[in-house]
């Protein structure tokens, strides 16, 4: 049986996630190239609370799988409905996002679909009649380029923040399809989120991201680069350096790099870092990089598209109080 192009997508905390959009927009492409509907499963405790985000995304079809379970991520629920969904088909194309919870469920699909798995998507083309999906690789030093075999199934992880989300258009809603959900208990639930303090946003989720390193000399002094998020206000949110989570200055799930999180945001904001390049390989991809280090010699000023020399501690406050004026 041929297959479709199917974004997973579900809600965290009730909500409707931006990413979930982006992965709509995604999904869009791939099935625009393609030329197969465009396909969403979405899972929710409380689904029929968000069919008007469908609209006007080239959606063809929403399959609503309702359940109290489903309103935290599970990834053995999650999987399994997939699967028993859309395992008939040949050449499906799932697309989900690449952020904690998408690359697990990713490699849960992968397997199970006997699927091929791009992770860490952040373009597509089309190429010799083939869509080619692109990703960094070694580091972000090379970028690879993939496509499915012919008639092969394929998972593609997209890197938030990496593909536009357009406006809404005029193609209207989808047709939904309530399914019926019955899960077996998981063998691991998640029993609690505890979200960090200081950071309301995720890293991976935000358009704009001021993070700070060793400069900061110690965890009080982040109040600094919280003060300009808090004017930048929505879509903005604080990262770190390692050596600032190890330093017990700000939580992991702040930290940008090999072995925290890639991000791509609209704008970085690194204050304070040197950039060594397990940091390099979790931010170069944003859009636009601007630096702030008294070091001229910094290696972070390799990848910044701005850079001031200066002290953090006179450069933040500066740009603070020009905010504030302008905002006035
Ligand atoms: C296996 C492995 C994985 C790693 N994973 C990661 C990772 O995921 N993320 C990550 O970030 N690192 C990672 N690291 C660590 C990485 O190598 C660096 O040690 C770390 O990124 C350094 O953090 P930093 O830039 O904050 O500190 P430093 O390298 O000490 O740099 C501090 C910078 O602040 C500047 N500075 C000091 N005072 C001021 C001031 N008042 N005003 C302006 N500038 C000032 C200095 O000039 C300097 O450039 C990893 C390392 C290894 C070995």
Not at 99 to 125: F, M, Q, W
Not at 218 to 236: C, D, H, R, T, Y
Request: glycine fraction near 12%; include cysteine; charge should be negative.
């Amino acid at each position: 049986m041929s297959g479709n192009v199917y974004t997973i997508l579900d809600t965290r905390d009730g909500e409707f996630p931006q990413v979930n959009l982006e992965a709509l927009a995604v999904g869009r492409l791939i099935a625009e190239k393609s030329g197969k509907d465009l396909i969403s499963l979405f899972f929710s405790d409380n689904p029929s609370a968000h069919l008007d985000k469908f609209a006007g995304r080239g959606v063809k079809k929403v399959h609503l799988f309702a359940s109290p379970e489903l309103g935290k991520f599970n990834l053995e629920h999650l999987g399994k409905l997939t699967i028993n969904k859309i395992g008939q088909e040949n050449d499906s194309i799932v697309v989900l996002p690449a952020n904690i919870h998408g690359k697990e469920l990713g490699g849960y699909l992968a397997a199970g679909l006997g699927a091929g798995y791009v992770t860490d998507c952040t373009g597509i083309s089309e190429e010799g009649g083939k869509i080619v999906y692109k990703r960094p690789a070694y580091s972000g030093k090379v970028i690879q380029k993939l496509a499915a075999s012919a008639g092969a199934a394929l998972v593609v992880g997209f890197r938030p923040n990496s593909f536009p989300v357009p406006e809404a258009d005029a193609t209207g809603a989808p047709e939904t399809v309530a399914e019926t959900v019955s899960t077996e208990p998981a063998k691991a639930v998640i029993v609690e989120v505890k979200k960090p303090e200081g950071a309301a946003l995720d890293v991976t989720e935000a358009k704009i991201i001021i993070s700070g390193g060793r400069g900061l000399q110690e965890g009080a002094n982040f109040s600094l680069l919280e003060e300009l998020v808090a004017l930048i206000g929505q879509g903005a949110t604080v990262g770190a350096s390692r050596m600032a989570v190890d330093a017990g200055w700000r939580d992991h799930q702040a930290q940008v790099g090999q072995t925290g999180k890639v991000v791509s945001p609209e704008l970085y904001v690194a204050c304070g870092i040197s950039g060594a390049i397990q940091h390099l390989v979790g931010m170069s991809s944003s859009k636009c990089i601007v630096a702030i280090n008294k070091d001229p010699e910094a290696n972070i000023f390799k990848v910044a598209d701005f850079g001031i020399v200066g002290d953090i501690f006179q450069v933040v406050p500066a740009i603070c109080e020009e905010m504030k004026r302008v905002k006035v």
